[in-house]
């Protein structure tokens, strides 16, 4: 709800999206190797293992950029109205 509200504003929308995409990096791994610790399998596919950096080689991962593609996004969108 909080990010639906939101929507309205272009700039807040983006920050928002940057951030959730950061989380979604930093936490993913844990809640994959979690999920598997209790008995969910998550390899091979599902939400956990398409989340997170390239560089993990227990997930088929690519977000790298898509948290500084948003912060861009927002950079673009900010003016000089923004500021005063």
Not at 8 to 23: G, I, R
Not at 56 to 77: K, S, V, Y
Request: glycine share 6%; aromatic share 10%.
């Amino acid at each position: 709800e909080f990010l639906e509200n939101s929507y309205k504003d272009y700039k807040a929308v983006s920050a928002l999206l940057a951030v959730a995409e950061e989380e979604v990096i930093l936490y993913s791994p844990p809640l994959r190797k979690a999920t598997s610790a209790v008995g969910i399998a998550v390899e091979g596919g599902g939400y956990y293992h398409v989340h997170g950096v390239s560089e993990d080689e227990t997930a088929e991962a690519a977000d790298d950029d898509h948290e500084e593609d948003l912060w861009f996004i927002l950079m673009q969108a900010c003016t000089e109205e923004d500021y005063t």
